[in-house]
C-alpha cells in the first residue's frame, strides 16, 4: 500500500498536458495562423511597425523602448503574466531577419490560442515573454550587418558605443530575466561538421563564462536545445549543428549570460530547394518547443547529451554552385584551354534582389561540393573579358568543344552565340 501511495504521489506530481502539441502540430499551426507575410530578407521597418500594430491589436502589451543611432523607434512586444522571465531579441545584425519574423508568428498564436489549448494558459500564468524584434533597424533597412555607424552591435557589449547595444544592456539589467534567446542568421553554406550538409538551424547553449565551466542555468538551456533538436530533426534531420562556443568578451550573448540571463542562441542558415517562408516555419517550432517546454516538464527531464553531441559548424565545405571539368579558355591571354572546376558563391541579398555572384575557386575541387553541381565537360567556357580570375563576376558562356570560335573576335557574344549562358545564379540559355 505504501508502495501505491508513493507512485501516486510522484505520478500527480508530474506535470500533465494533455493538450501538449506535437512538432508537426506545431508546423501546421504555422501552415495555418502566420500573421508574417514577406519574406523576411524584403522585410523593412515601416513592415515591423505593421506587424507590431497587429500584435497590439490582438492584445499584447507594446512599446516603444528606444531609438537607433538613426532615429528609428525599436520596440518590445510582451505576452504573459508570470513571475518567469524570457527575453528574446532579434536582428542585432541588420541583414539576419529571420528569427523576427518566426518569433512575432509565435506570440500572435500564443495570444489567438491561449483559450483553446491549456499549456499555452499554464504558460500564459508561468511567464512573461519580452521580444525586441528588428535591434538594428538602420541596418535592416540596408540589408547591412552594422549600424550606421558602423559597428558590429553584437561586439559592443563591453564599450556600449552605440545605442542600440546601451538599449539591450539596459533592458536585460532593468528587467533580470531568467532566459534569453539571441537569434541570428548564418552563412547558407555552413555545414554539419566537416560533412557537406547544410546547418539549417544551428544552436548554443552559452556558458558566458571564459573557461567555458558550466551551472544550473546553462545545464537547463542545453536540455531545451536538446528538445528543439529533436523537433526540428523530423524536417531538417541531418540539417542542425552547434555553434562555436568561444568565448567573447565584446559578445552579447556571452556576457548577458555572464549578467545573470543564461542565453540560447539560434542562428538560421540556408537549405537548398526551400524559400525563406520555411526557415520561419522552423524557427516557429524550435520557439514554441522550447516553452511548451517550460510546463510540461520535458525542460527538466531531456537529455542534455543530445545537444552535447551534435557536430560544430564548419565552412569551406560547399559552394553555391560548382562546374565540374570545364574545359577553361582564357581568351585574353591565350587560347590554350585547360581543364578546371569552378566554384562560385552567391552574395547575401534580400530576396526581391538579384543576389550578384562571384568565382570563388578553379581547379580541383573534387573534395568540395556543389550545392548544385552541372556537368560541364564538354564545353568551352569562357568569361566576357576573356580572363577567368578568383573574384570575377560569376558570368560564364558555354561553347560546344567540337563548334569552331574565333576567339579573338571583338564581339564574341554577338559574333559567336553561346550554347548557354549563366549569369548571377540564372541561365539566361540553358545549357541543350
Known sequence: MRILSILLLIVFAMPIIAD??????????????????????NVRHKDIQNYVKKLGELGLKTREVGRSYGDREIYEVEWGKGPTKVFMWSQMHGDEPTATSGAIDMLAFLQTKRDKYEWIKKLEQKLTIRFVPMLNPDGAELFQRRNLQSIDINRDARNLQTPEGRLLKQLRDD???????????????????????????SLLAVSGREDGSTYPGHERNKRICSLMIEALKQFI???????????????FGDMISAWG??????????????????????????????LQSMVDGTQDSADAKIYERLPFN????????IFRKANVINFRETATPYVADIA??????????????????????????????????????????GMLRIGSRGHLLFYKKDRKVNWKSDNLAEEFPPDGEFLNGVWLKKLP
Open 20 to 41: 501538449a502539441q506535437s512538432p508537426k502540430e506545431f508546423a501546421a499551426a504555422w501552415d495555418e495562423s502566420h500573421i508574417s507575410n514577406i519574406f523576411p530578407s
Open 314 to 321: 564548419d565552412t569551406g565545405n560547399i559552394y553555391n554552385y
Open 237 to 251: 534531420p541531418g540539417n542542425i549543428a552547434r555553434y562555436e562556443d568561444d568565448y567573447n568578451p565584446r559578445a
Open 175 to 201: 528587467w533580470k530575466p531568467d532566459f534569453g534567446f539571441n537569434l541570428h542568421n548564418q552563412n547558407e553554406l555552413t555545414t554539419v561538421g566537416s560533412s557537406f550538409r547544410q546547418a539549417t538551424i
Open 344 to 385: 562560385i558563391n552567391r552574395e547575401r541579398r534580400r530576396q526581391e534582389q538579384l543576389a550578384p555572384v562571384f568565382v570563388r575557386e578553379v581547379g580541383d575541387l573534387s573534395i568540395f561540393k556543389g550545392l548544385e553541381e552541372i556537368d560541364a565537360s564538354g564545353y568551352n567556357v569562357v568569361v566576357p573579358d
Open 261 to 290: 540571463t543564461p542565453v540560447i542562441l539560434i542562428e538560421t542558415g540556408g537549405h537548398h530547394g526551400k524559400d525563406e517562408m520555411f526557415l520561419i516555419r522552423l524557427n516557429f517550432i524550435a520557439l514554441m518547443t522550447a
